[in-house]
């Protein structure tokens, strides 16, 4: 059974620049989530979907938004990147919506922003 | 606001010692705990999940406790081997699950062969 896919692995941009990365969770698995990594705040929960609606936000800026198909593949999307936005952007899918159930995690976009 | 802490952040132990790495959340009221470990330059695995109803969760050479009413959770590694080397993370689902899962900042775990 595939885990959760996460494209590009890695991807370097600069300041006010976009970015969009790709997200696929476990085949049957209908709720995903985004996850920023940083050595500074640690991780940090930036929103969740399922069935296609956004069902809950972390404290991030407008900046940052995404989406989920109806196949539950995400994407996210970072507008005007800035320094502070270099993380590693983790993605989780799980069976069922939040807060039941298990997060399957995938390997990470690590972006870098110049 | 749900804050979690693991305490160690760094352990270093030689191979085969019993461990165990602490975590503590500050609102009792969640509804799940999970354990993850985390390789260099990777993604998370889980390890454990316990629901708030449980009081252990066991897998392999692991073992997982909640003490939901004083706010603290515990990780057993029985037999450490080099491989067990990570960093081990905490996460806890409170209310509703609006603010998603809230992570500790881990236990950098070193096995020495």
């Known amino acids: 059974k595939a885990g959760v896919t996460q494209t590009p692995r890695y991807l370097i941009k600069t300041r006010g620049q976009q970015v969009t990365l790709s997200c696929s969770p476990i085949?049957?698995?209908?709720?995903v989530s985004w996850y920023q990594q940083t050595p500074g705040q640690g991780l940090q929960f930036l929103f969740e979907?399922?069935?296609?609606?956004?069902?809950n936000k972390g404290n991030f800026p407008g900046r940052f938004s995404g989406r989920q198909f109806s196949n539950s593949r995400s994407e996210m999307n970072v507008s005007t990147l800035e320094l502070g936005d270099s993380a590693l952007y983790l993605c989780?899918?799980?069976?069922?919506?939040?807060?039941?159930?298990?997060?399957?995690f995938g390997e990470g976009s690590r972006l870098t922003v110049l | 606001k749900q804050e979690v802490t693991q305490i160690p952040a760094a352990l270093s132990v030689p191979e085969g010692e019993n461990l165990v790495l602490n975590c503590s959340f500050t609102?009792?009221?969640?509804?799940?705990l999970q354990w993850f470990r985390q390789d260099p330059g990777k993604g998370l695995t889980s390890l454990l999940l316990?629901?708030?109803?449980?009081r252990e969760q066991t897998s392999g050479r692991l073992n997982a406790s909640l003490d939901k009413s004083s706010g603290r959770s515990t990780l057993y590694i029985a037999a450490s081997q080099p491989g067990d080397s990570a960093t081990y993370l905490c996460?806890?689902?409170?209310?509703?699950?609006?603010?998603?899962?809230?992570f500790g900042k881990g236990t950098h775990l070193i096995i020495q062969p």
């Open positions: 989780a899918s799980s069976l069922t919506l939040a807060p039941a159930g298990e997060l399957f």
């Open positions: 085949s049957g698995h209908r709720s």
């Open positions: 979907y399922f069935s296609e609606t956004q069902r």
């Open positions: 609102d009792s009221a969640i509804y799940n």
């Open positions: 316990i629901q708030s109803s449980q």
């Open positions: 996460a806890v689902v409170s209310g509703g699950g609006a603010d998603g899962l809230t």
